[in-house]
């Protein structure tokens, strides 16, 4: 039985202060011992986010990080920075970040790598482009995106991964993928997990479906065989977020 995971992307949004505020709010929405609550949070608020939660059921994620330990890398911070403020998942590769940023599935597999060798989870991010799901190449662009993803990945470490299924043209437009859409790419996920490695690692791995899950649509998303839990942009900010978890 695979543990449920709903995880909040935070995005450019929230001073530590406001932080501090959102997570006072959220405290008591958010309480469920049968499922494991991510904040993924701006890296400048993770010392006062880290700080809020403790003694709460509330973890702390950073929504990106680099793949080197040290070095000439100005304005990057490394996973020893996040592991030592008590960061314990961390977003890889979402698509902001691969549109904006110009990350590709070769960093998202470096970091990946980097993120296990300190015991961080990584929480990684695919899905496709409305154009690709038009041309009815979906499962193929998401099965290289995962091939290469955990290219080295041990099946050990495989079975601690997260994938967050993330359909690009869901994301923050407020149109969700069907829960039969998601089922089938997380399904199809899975099959490529079990490709990689064997039927036990993909049984383990914890995939979530994102893009515009609120509070009305979570049940039926979470309701499916192989939906895990949600990765949740917009409504991570709000009271909503808590009705969720609570899915
Ligand atoms: C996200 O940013 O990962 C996301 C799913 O955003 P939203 O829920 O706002 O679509």
Same mark, same amino acid.
């Given at each position: 039985m695979r543990r449920r995971i709903i995880a909040g992307n935070w995005k450019m949004n929230k001073t530590p202060s406001e %932080?501090?505020?959102?997570?006072?709010? !959220?405290? /008591? !929405?958010?309480?469920? /011992?049968?499922?494991?609550?991510?904040?993924?949070?701006?890296?400048?608020d993770i010392p006062a986010a880290v700080e809020a939660t403790k003694g709460t059921n509330?973890?702390?994620?950073?929504?990106?990080?680099?793949?080197?330990?040290?070095?000439?890398?100005?304005?990057?911070?490394?996973?020893?920075?996040?592991?030592?403020?008590g960061v314990k998942y961390v977003i890889i590769g979402h698509s902001e970040r691969r549109e904006y940023f110009a990350e590709t599935d070769e960093t998202v597999n470096k970091k990946v790598l980097k993120a296990f060798e300190h015991n961080i989870t990584p929480i990684i991010c695919?899905?496709?482009?409305?154009? #690709?799901?038009? #041309?009815?190449?979906?499962?193929?662009w998401i099965r290289m995106q995962i091939k290469i993803a955990f290219q080295n990945v041990t099946a050990d470490q495989a079975k601690k991964a997260v994938i967050a299924y993330e359909p690009i043209w869901a994301i923050g437009t407020g149109k969700t993928a069907t829960a039969d859409q998601a089922q089938e790419v997380c399904a199809g996920i899975r099959a490529v997990i079990c490709e990689i490695y064997d039927a036990a690692t993909a049984d383990a791995i914890r995939i #979530?479906?994102?893009?515009?899950?609120? %509070?009305?649509? %979570?049940?039926?998303?979470? %309701?499916?065989?192989?939906i895990d839990g949600g990765l949740i942009g917009g409504a991570s900010l709000k009271p909503d977020f808590g009705k969720i978890v609570n899915a």
């Open positions: %932080a501090v505020a959102l997570i006072n709010e !959220l405290k /008591d !929405l958010v309480v469920n /011992d049968a499922v494991d609550v991510v904040y993924c949070v701006p890296a400048i509330v973890s702390i994620g950073a929504e990106n990080m680099y793949y080197e330990e040290s070095g000439a890398f100005t304005g990057e911070i490394a996973p020893a920075m996040l592991d030592d403020l695919c899905g496709e482009s409305l154009t #690709q799901r038009e #041309q009815g190449i979906t499962l193929d #979530q479906y994102g893009g515009s899950m609120n %509070a009305g649509n %979570a049940a039926e998303l979470l %309701a499916k065989p192989d």
